[in-house]
């Protein structure tokens, strides 16, 4: 079980992963008898039911595009609202509610999680499927169910979103085993059985992709392979769909979800800048994803800073604690936190937010270089990355001001990263871990610089309200001798990495 919000309150809700095999069969098509798969002792069965899902996506259909269905299910074991997403290869995530009265409206807690593929857009009923399905249970010795065979006899129709035009209906019939308790070797073997009767390996992920087939949008397609256009173009495709699948764990305040979406789009800016020669016209979209990342630091700054503070707070003596720190350090941050999360989550119901993802869904403009061998020129691009971050140090290094040359350290810092994100696009694990260090060890040090600055404004807080702040001093000093380390400490790993 977990839990999906709907306005302020969360639903307890069904999340199942689906592991399945589905098969094209003609209709004169005979199961066989599968008594013989090893693993198998026992069948229980055939039941039959007959399933009425009407399927809701956008005019346009978004969802299908990305091989999301969304129905309201009528009949069998399980009646109800069903969102499938997709999670890997022939791995499926489900989330179910109970069925609600209205069948032309999808509940809000559901249309919520698909709002980062809907971007504002009506969900509407776009296909009806009409199956007689019969369910057969293959069982262990143990009389425990190992996989479920489901023959279906479809009855497909699609929705017009034109009143003057006729709904198309298609019929098929196809055969899908699904896992209960057995593992991914009994379903190769039983799926083994099925095509040796005759059946073939399902054209399609689901019957809603084969009923409405040409009518799903197509996505960008890649340049060709082996080329660095191709590399490039997986590259950010990966990274959007990494942002795409962090949304609905974002709204939902999920772990580490916050984390991994800014990630996502600082992967992606840096790739645009380093990758300027592969892919042009990208200015506009580098200033989005900066803004969206912007909306997500909040959140994680404070999310960070709690846990440093909580950690440094235990590790401390008690007789050093004086007021309510905890308090004041720990929840004050976590209702900013809060109220943080209230701000991302208008900010990604916004046309910006959703304007952003359109833009991410649109092809890239590729210049003539796109075309080389993809080795090579990543090669180049890498080491043109990291003679920038030498460049980036040389500069700072040769500030006499203090504190100009902090701030010049900090721009080593962000070529650092931008260094190592396209090292790692690229696959050059060395020149990537060269990177991270640098970028890790100056982080320690702004972590350090971040938390001070912090500690100031809680103090001010306390002070205002009469407490004792003795404590923020104490923490603030820890953070400044870390701080203080990490500094000293780098002239050392900048020689041994250079």
């Known amino acids: 079980m977990a839990a999906i919000r709907q306005g302020h309150v969360y639903l307890e809700v069904l999340v199942a992963i689906e592991i399945e095999d589905k098969f094209d069969v003609q209709d004169e098509f005979v199961v066989p008898d599968l008594l013989g798969v090893k693993g198998i002792s026992s069948a229980s069965g055939p039941k039959s039911h007959q399933l009425v899902a009407i399927y809701f996506d956008t005019p346009d259909l978004r969802l299908a595009a990305r091989g999301i269905t969304l129905r309201r299910r009528r009949g069998g074991d399980d009646s109800g ?5 997709p999670k890997a290869a022939g791995v499926r995530q489900e989330i179910q509610l109970p069925l609600t009265r209205s069948a032309k409206i999808v509940p809000a807690a559901l249309a919520d999680q698909v709002l980062v593929y809907t971007r504002g857009h009506a969900l509407v009923p776009v296909a ?12 262990d010795g143990d009389g425990e169910v190992l996989a479920e065979v489901a023959d279906d006899r479809v009855k497909g129709t699609v929705f017009s979103q034109s009143p003057d035009v006729k709904p198309k209906v298609e019929r098929w019939r196809e055969v899908e085993v699904e896992l209960v308790k057995g593992d991914e070797a009994l379903l190769k073997r039983v799926g083994k059985r099925i095509i040796k009767a005759g059946a073939v390996t399902g054209g399609s992920a689901n019957k809603l992709g084969r009923l409405l087939g040409e009518a799903v949008q197509k996505l960008p397609q890649s340049p060709a392979e082996g080329t660095v256009g191709a590399a490039v173009f997986a590259y950010l495709r990966s990274q959007t769909d990494a942002l795409i699948a962090q949304d609905g764990r ?8 916050v984390h991994k979406a800014r990630v996502a789009c600082r992967r992606m800016r840096s790739a645009f800048k380093s990758f300027s020669s592969i892919v042009t016209e990208t200015d506009a979209l580098q200033e989005e994803l900066k803004w969206f990342g912007e909306v997500l630091g909040e959140v994680r700054d404070l999310e960070v800073i709690q846990l440093r503070f909580g950690k440094e707070l235990d590790g401390l003596d008690e007789h050093l604690i004086v007021g ?6 720990l929840d004050d941050l976590k209702h900013q936190e809060e109220e943080g999360y209230e701000r991302a989550r208008e900010a990604m119901n916004g046309e910006r937010y959703f304007a952003l993802l359109d833009a991410l869904d649109q092809p890239l403009s590729f210049t003539g270089k796109a075309t080389r061998e993809a080795d090579e020129e990543l090669a180049k691009i890498v080491a043109k990355e990291w003679r920038r971050v030498q460049k980036k140090h040389e500069t700072a290094q040769a500030i006499d001001d203090a504190h100009e040359r902090e701030i010049a ?7 650092a990263k931008r260094a190592r994100y396209t090292a790692e696009a690229a696959g050059f694990g060395h020149e990537a871990a060269r990177a991270e260090a640098v970028q890790e060890a100056l982080g320690l040090y702004q972590d350090g610089v971040v938390a001070q ?17 003795f404590t923020y001093g104490v923490l603030a000093g820890l953070e400044r001798a870390a701080a203080d380390r990490a500094r000293a400490k780098f002239p050392k790993l900048w020689a041994k990495l250079t």
């Not at 350290?409 to 070529?415: Q, S």
């Not at 912090?454 to 309200?465: D, F, G, H």
């Open 128 to 139: 009806e499927l009409d199956t007689k399905r019969s369910v057969t249970r293959l069982l």
């Open 324 to 329: 309510p720190v905890r308090a004041r350090l």
């Open 81 to 85: 609202w069903h969102l499938k997403l």
């Open 453 to 469: 600055e912090t500690l100031e404004k809680e103090a001010a807080k306390a002070r205002e309200a009469g407490e004792d702040t």
């Open 409 to 415: 350290m900090h721009d080593v810092r962000k070529a």
């Open 250 to 257: 974002v709204r939902r305040a999920e772990e580490d979800a």
